[in-house]
């Protein structure tokens, strides 16, 4: 994808994993081989270092071209049934152009009031090369995802994506871009990439497979047949590994199992230490759309050889409280700006939230949380529920405390002013409302 080698991306998450081990016996933000930690370690996050062609440290331009026609025919067929088709694009990356590119809309939640009014260099799209021609690719590269603005910046999701990888879990690179679409006005887009069967590759391994956990869905359990679930997950790599059926049998322990045989398997079906990981860095994130959100987000990889899933985060553009869209339909703002109440108010680190039923979950509770059958009932064991907090506050030793959270803001923070698409105030803004929440 953006040229991290698997190796790199696995060592850097097992030094981490070291790290959180040292601090839990230190209290301190050392690294494993005994030195202070900063953005310069093994820890150092992509925006910190070349990721080969798509350098993280470096901003870039993509411009779009296609047909008028079949864009808007592609809105028409959204709009009224919900389906996302692909068109042809020309697409200019770092000036080097590719043809008969695929190109259709990407996300659920972000799109629910797009119309043919909408500036196209603002909406999120999926970027396919070789959609079309096969083996087109950019420097390897295939897949690219143009997320949501939910800020001018965008810098909130793009230093929770780095520290989810600091701290040992699967995510995903980012990039600024220039965006621009059949000439028009040119807009600052985060471009991540797309998990698939070269992330998975780079994230996990070859054999296993991946499933995204739609909007739509959530974690219930409905039944053996697999086209039950076809609004609920999509498989989206490692076809020829396993079907759905493993997703199903996971499912139906996570509803039918009683407590005891709950508490007592999971570890067989789940990666608990990852899961704990997951749930800890939801909440050090401020992500009020996590896997108990409103949609769910998320992927599960499968292991074929442990059995066992993993949760990978996903969709982070509301991360540190941020609100979806300002009054104008257009980016929203961070929690504190003029005119804007605080969105929700934060916890205490390693708190984990009450839902206004008393049930515990993910997030930060509110207008935003959802639920989720999996995040309840694993914050339900007292082992679990204690590991979370332990992991919390191990995380925030080693990536807030530490200082490595803050040089990642000011790192994104200058990626984004290179671009000359926002000013130095209006980063300097946003990112001043995550330190705020970082050095708290």
């Known amino acids: 994808m953006f040229e991290h080698s698997t190796s790199a991306r696995r060592v850097r998450r097992s030094a981490v994993v070291a790290l959180a081990a040292l601090v839990a016996l230190t209290g301190c933000g050392a690294t494993a081989d005994g030195g202070s930690v900063s953005a310069d370690d093994d820890i150092a996050v992509s925006a910190l270092g070349a990721v080969g062609s798509l350098d993280s440290s470096t901003a870039h331009t993509i411009s779009v071209e296609f047909d008028e026609d079949d864009y808007d025919a592609m809105l028409e067929t959204y709009t009224s049934t919900g389906g996302k088709e692909w068109i042809e694009a020309t697409i200019t990356i770092d000036g ?47 897949d690219l995802v143009v997320r949501s603005n939910s800020t001018d910046t965008s810098i909130n999701e793009a230093v929770a994506l780095e520290l989810l ?55 219930s359990y409905r039944g053996d047949d697999a086209d039950a679930y076809d ?7 490692g076809d020829d590994n396993a079907d759905l059926d493993p997703l ?22 789940l990666d608990v230490d990852a899961f704990a990981t997951y749930l800890a860095m939801q ?16 992927y599960l990889y499968y292991d074929t050889e ?3 899933f993993t949760v990978v985060a996903w969709d982070h553009n509301l991360a540190f409280g941020v609100q979806n869209v300002g009054d104008d339909g257009g980016p929203g703002q961070m929690p504190g700006a ?34 989720n059958v999996l995040v309840e009932r ?42 000359g698409l926002v000013d130095q105030a209006t980063a300097d803004a946003d990112a001043a409302q995550i330190l705020a929440m970082v050095e708290s």
């Open 96 to 142: 080097e152009m590719y043809e008969q590119v695929g190109f259709r809309l990407k996300g659920n939640s972000s799109l629910r009031a797009v119309s043919a009014d909408d500036d196209p260099a603002t909406i999120p799209w999926l970027i396919k090369l070789d959609k079309y021609v096969d083996d087109q690719s950019h420097d390897g590269l295939t």
């Open 338 to 371: 003029d005119g804007m109440p605080d969105i929700v108010d934060m916890p205490e680190m390693g708190e984990r939230p009450q839902r206004p039923d008393g049930a515990s979950g993910g997030g930060f509770g509110g207008p935003m949380s959802g639920s």
């Open 378 to 419: 694993f914050t339900a064991v007292a082992e679990w529920s204690r590991l979370v907090d332990d992991r919390t506050v191990e995380l925030e030793a080693a990536l807030y405390d530490s200082g490595v959270a803050s040089e990642i803001v000011d790192t994104w923070s200058a990626i984004v002013v290179s671009t």
């Open 283 to 298: 909440d050090l994130i401020g992500n009020v759309d996590d896997i108990d959100g409103p949609g769910n987000n998320s």
């Open 231 to 237: 609004d609920v997950f999509d498989q989206e790599a």
């Open 165 to 219: 990888e600091a701290a040992g879990l699967a995510s995903q690179d980012a990039i600024a871009v220039a965006f621009s679409v059949n000439g028009g006005d040119t807009t600052l887009r985060l471009v991540i990439e797309h998990p698939d069967d070269t992330w998975m590759s780079e994230e996990f391994d070859d054999d296993g497979a991946l499933y995204k956990a739609e909007s739509t869905g959530d974690y």
């Open 248 to 269: 199903i049998e996971f499912l139906q322990f996570l509803n039918e199992s009683d407590d005891e045989t709950f508490a007592a398997e999971l570890e067989e079906w």
């Open 306 to 308: 442990t059995e066992r």
